[in-house]
């Protein structure tokens, strides 16, 4: 914001080499803004524009020398740069602004109190004033900030829907790039998303051949067809869906044997507890889930898709125990064309690869609070081709004696609503 009263100018500068790579152009005019996208930890120079009749600057030391500040941004939200009279520099943040906020709110309110101290009122009822005012000023602000969140979260809403009926058309649009590359077990992790509560891992060669057809095989016997959401946090049948599932129990007693499916459940529970520090126990757990889909053909005039959906709650309020708060899902045919999982709110769209993974999480380990949103997820139609995955939900507080059964939604065990 230019607050100087002459034309400015912004140069970022380039700490390598020193030189100045001018961002405005125009110059910034008195009382006009400029909106300037760049990173933390980048330096910036702002100069003062001669006067083009004069070719002079205002309240520069020297006639031929023109004033110059310096910012760098830091990792703050809503920064806002003032170039004020005289040439200052004024740096503003979220924080700044909040704590102004803050404190012209117990300013205006002392000043409340002080005037009715004025009127010969008792010292108890000036206490009682000033505190009255701060909780209405509170509350007031509270209630514009809730109809500001609730207009950006609808604003959200809406670009998300059209992001994922985007992705889900554009047959050529690739995995969203991740943010770091890491390792786990020799296996390369690609972080999407790495938020407190909102994770997102795709881990490269996660399942084997082999362990994909110990799966298809345990599931063929009890293959049916597979629900699809209905939007309202459920889920229905619904007969144009070619999809088949099947749960597979693990049968832990055979897992010394080497058998295909303990071993893979084990993996994942391993991966989950090296990606949250919340000891997941491997007992108790919901069944490994198969599920199949099959082409809609590319002629399809409404092929199916999994709508828009959270694996458990995505509502930003506590953890109840024995719920959902992370899954992994493992990708054991890839189809040629579609099939794509998008999380619309983060982003973040993962393309299959054979025999990889994706990881995400919905709980704060710390907080233990759940994700708001991020983690809705939808699966693009399978256009040609087939997918066959392996999905394993884990949830929290679960073991051999207490599995996830025992648990209804709200986070109490059937057998304790049974004792009441």
């Known amino acids: 914001m230019n607050e100087s009263g002459g034309n400015i100018e912004v140069h970022w500068i380039d700490l390598d080499t020193g030189d100045m790579v001018r961002q405005t152009e125009p110059d910034i005019s008195p009382g006009d803004t400029f909106e300037l996208v760049s990173f933390v930890g980048h330096a910036f120079q702002v100069r003062q524009v ?61 000043d409340t109190s002080m005037r009715l101290l004025q009127l010969s009122i008792s010292p108890e009822d000036a206490l009682e004033a000033i ?36 992705t889900c058309a554009d047959e050529r ?19 999407m998303m790495d938020r407190p509560t909102s994770k997102i891992h795709v881990v490269e060669d996660f399942i084997t051949e082999e362990e994909c057809k110990a799966v298809e095989m345990g599931a063929s016997p009890v293959l049916a067809d ?16 070619k999809a088949k599932q099947a749960s597979i129990s693990v049968n832990w007693n055979k897992e010394q044997e080497g058998d295909l499916i303990s071993t893979l459940s084990r993996r994942v529970i391993n991966y989950m507890n090296s990606a949250l520090p919340l000891n997941f126990h491997h007992k108790g757990q919901e069944d490994i889930m198969s599920i199949q889909y099959f082409e809609r053909g590319p002629d399809d005039a ?4 999994y709508l828009p959906h959270c694996d458990g709650d995505c509502n930003g309020l506590d953890f109840k125990s024995g719920n959902r708060v992370a899954a992994m899902v493992m990708y054991c045919s890839v189809p040629t064309v ?36 991020l983690m809705e997820h939808s699966g693009c139609p399978v256009v040609e081709g087939e ?18 059964s025992a648990w209804n939604t709200l986070g109490v065990k059937h057998s304790d609503v049974a004792g009441q």
């Open 50 to 110: 001669p006067d083009k009749t004069t070719e002079t600057c205002e309240g520069a030391g020297s006639p031929n020398q023109c004033q110059v500040e310096y910012f760098t941004l830091d990792s703050n939200i809503d920064q806002v740069i003032i170039v004020e009279e005289g040439f200052e520099i004024h740096h503003t943040t979220s924080r700044s602004i909040a704590a102004l906020s803050a404190l012209e709110l117990l300013q205006s309110c002392k």
């Open 131 to 166: 505190t009255q005012c701060i909780k209405f000023g509170i509350s007031r602000e509270i209630r514009r900030l809730k109809e500001e969140v609730s207009f950006h979260a609808q604003a959200r809403e809406n670009l998300a829907n059209l992001l994922d009926n985007y």
């Open 173 to 191: 649009l690739n995995t969203t790039r991740a943010k770091e590359t890491m390792h786990w077990e020799g296996r390369k992790v690609h972080v």
């Open 226 to 241: 597979a629900p699809v959401a209905d939007g309202l946090g459920g889920t229905h049948l619904n007969e144009v869906r």
């Open 302 to 305: 409404t092929p199916l898709k």
């Open 338 to 373: 579609g099939g794509a999982t998008n999380f619309r709110n983060s982003g973040v769209h993962i393309k299959p690869t054979k025999y990889a993974a994706t990881f995400f999480s919905n709980v704060d380990p710390v907080t233990m609070k759940m994700d708001d949103s």
């Open 387 to 404: 997918t066959k995955i392996v999905t394993q939900w884990v949830r929290l507080d679960v073991d051999d004696e207490n599995p996830w």
